[in-house]
């Protein structure tokens, strides 16, 4: 290839949903480790308010040296929008997408259905994969079709709902349950129900991000996950165990305190490593994932094994973030991890382009 050598990497990252700010640390950190004799990285921010700006602050970091980039990545610079930038960088050679955005309006599908439409090869699943693991709710009732071990759920729209809500959900589940908002992640939204009358208020708190919730009962088990990677042939990393610095793996435990302790690999019986490793790839295929994902899991030990508790096709790439730890574990160093998906990225994006008649 004539000039610059390097894959043109669009970073996108902030984003419209409650995750915002986890997505600016997040990007940092992936612009921090990829390597930039192979990537000339164009970093995009995604406003609050949903306006795309190149990140001028990124970029200036960027030319001074990966160590320069700090902290969170700021989304302020000059107004853009996807088409002339992926248009510009295609004409300079191949370019990869690289969506690091959680939650709504990111990790939905929506912005993977942008991306296909702009036919730009971009990392993680596509549109069907990414709104079905996004939305709690739809992923268990594909997941309980393949036969895959769940906690025991149940799932509203806010107009279902009435004033005996709780008290049926408290007698089909029993106290305590967790009430989570169906399309959100990193824990925003998330209540562990202990009453009736705190059942009343989880909802209420959870219907502020979302009009679709999931109810699920509380499992005395052990947090387990599972990184995935690959395309038709994926492959899982060596489980990860968490062990909660507070009541529950909530918003702070994973972002601000740091209280969480994180056992990589964790320490479970070579059979069961073996079998939630299988586990988790059957969750990958069943949702349609590709890519990356990290599949969440309870183990009930004694009881029913493995429950699924849920996926995320853009899991947290953060310093303390368990996906690139385990993948570590597993012998594939962070720099390496990032070149993997973005051949992944390439390879399925040439496959789809082959399969789709012109």
Known sequence: MDGDPRINLIVLFGGRSAEHDVSRVTAAHV???????????????????????????????????????????????????????????????????????HGPLGEDGTVQGLLELADAPYVGSGVLGSALAMDKAMAKQVLAQHGIAQARWLAFHEEELSASTPSVVADQLGLPVFVKPSNLGSSVGITKAKTVRELERAIRLALDYDEWLVIEEAVAGREIEVAVLGNTHPRASVPGEIVPGREFYDYEDKYVTDGARLLVPAPLPEE?????????????RALRCEGMARVDFFYEEGGRGFLCNETNTIPGFTPISMYPKLWEATGLPYSELIDELVHLALERHGRRRHNTKR
Do not use: C
Request: glycine fraction near 8%; aromatic fraction near 4%.
């Open 31 to 101: 612009l921090r480790a990829a390597d930039p004799a192979k990537y000339a990285i164009t970093a995009v921010g995604i406003s609050r308010d949903g306006e795309w700006q190149l990140s001028e602050s990124a970029m200036a970091a960027l030319a001074a040296g990966p160590d320069a980039v700090k902290g969170e990545l700021d989304v302020d610079g000059p107004p853009t929008s996807a088409a002339p930038v992926l248009a510009a960088a295609t004409a300079e050679g191949p370019t990869v997408v690289l969506p690091l955005l």
């Open 272 to 284: 069961a490593a073996a079998t939630v490793r299988l586990l988790a790839i059957d969750v990958f």
